[in-house]
């Protein structure tokens, strides 16, 4: 029995998950273990997830793409695209009353949204910035996304931003802006433009923002902890990621399967994506020392890790040059610098068992 098999069937019998599927190797190499649910079908191999902040990842190769085709560029305003940022008021301090802002010194550009610099995205302590977040639905969260992507920017933009450009790091929010921005940009809708650029060249025939009709049987059920077991929190075959999609959801995450995501890897890493240059920009730490500050995301998040573009890295330690990045609910995959791609799928909310089992995923033999 291989170390990741050992590691995944005891996290199962213990309960950290209902079943799970995992590879790991230059090859894909699927290992599936226990069931949909609790006294749920077994799960196989082939059964589509809700990938959500995986998703990152993938919306960072297609703008990286349209980069490489002169399409945008890495430093241009984003206001083009999206003239609701052109002149957004910029809080004095993240946690500060909303009303104490100052103008903006510097446009939003590309790479501002790639880094997660924009001055969005996740506030992680009590401010009045995150109660207008929850109180506007823009609040990041488990569930599906409750605005369409027009009012979801609309309201966004309404509220102040916590920091100015450039000088400090909040998760999530800039990616829903990329996603929209690679449908005004890129020459078709975004579910279009992501099949163009990433999609269709990886062999990703299973990705997409939701799944069809002739596919819904495949979409798993998601699981919420609870000191009574295992609550669903979303429908087998049914709920928001059945297609069709509710309303425009191009700032919103992606389904996908375990063959999907393992063949974007293999084609990021052999060149069919995107350059080896912009891929070395993207595994490759652009956050300054300066603003990894504690209070930006979760505890110890900075002391070994870095930002990317769409993915963590690991800076330091025995796995210094590993890139990866996970999904809240429970998927997660990194890749080694020798070209080592280890994937773990399941459909359990991230809490401190999920996170365990991540962090000694982490520590898995190569096989």
Do not use: N
């Not at 890493?269 to 080896?276: C, E, F, T």
């Amino acid at each position: 029995m291989s170390s990741l098999h050992a590691l995944l069937s005891r996290h199962v019998a213990q309960g950290t998950m209902p079943g799970v599927v995992a590879s790991y190797g230059t090859d894909l190499d699927p290992l599936v273990l226990g069931a949909t649910g609790p006294d749920g079908p077994a799960l196989t191999a082939d059964a589509i997830f809700r990938i959500q902040s995986m998703t990152k990842a993938i919306t960072a190769v297609a703008t990286l793409r349209l980069v490489q085709e002169g399409v945008l560029d890495l430093d241009e305003p984003v206001a083009s695209w999206l003239p609701q940022l052109a002149a957004p008021r910029v809080l004095r301090a993240p946690d500060a009353p909303l009303e104490d802002t100052e103008p903006l010194r510097r446009p939003i550009t590309v790479r501002h949204l790639l880094t997660c610099t924009s001055g969005v995205g996740m506030m992680t302590t009590d401010s009045p910035l995150k109660r207008a977040m929850i109180s506007a639905q823009v609040e990041a969260g488990a569930e599906p996304v409750a605005l369409d992507a027009g009012a979801w920017l609309d309201a966004l933009a309404s509220l102040p931003l916590a920091f100015q450009p450039g000088e400090g790091w909040r998760y999530h929010h800039s990616f829903g802006l990329l996603g929209i921005l690679l449908g005004r940009a890129g020459g078709g809708s975004t579910a279009q433009v992501l099949r163009r650029t990433v999609l269709s060249p990886a062999g990703m025939v299973d990705t997409g923002f939701s799944v069809p009709p002739e596919q819904v049987h495949r979409l798993l059920p998601a699981w919420r902890r609870t000191p009574a077991g295992f609550e669903q929190t979303e429908p087998a075959a049914a709920g928001f990621s059945a297609a069709p999609a509710p309303f425009d959801v191009s700032h919103s995450e992606l389904v996908s399967t375990l063959a999907d995501v393992h063949a974007f890897l293999r084609a990021l890493l052999d060149g069919r994506l995107i350059d080896p240059d912009l891929l070395a920009e993207m595994r490759r730490d652009q956050i300054d020392a300066g603003i990894k500050r504690e209070d930006s995301f979760f505890p110890g998040f900075w002391e070994s890790g870095g930002w990317g573009f769409g993915v963590g890295v690991t800076t330091a330690g025995p796995h210094r040059g590993r890139f990866g990045w996970s999904g809240g609910l429970g998927t997660d995959f990194f890749v080694d610098p020798d070209g080592t791609c280890c994937l773990l799928m399941m459909q359990v909310e991230m809490d401190e068992p999920v996170f365990g089992l991540l962090g000694e995923l982490q520590e898995v033999d190569a096989p």
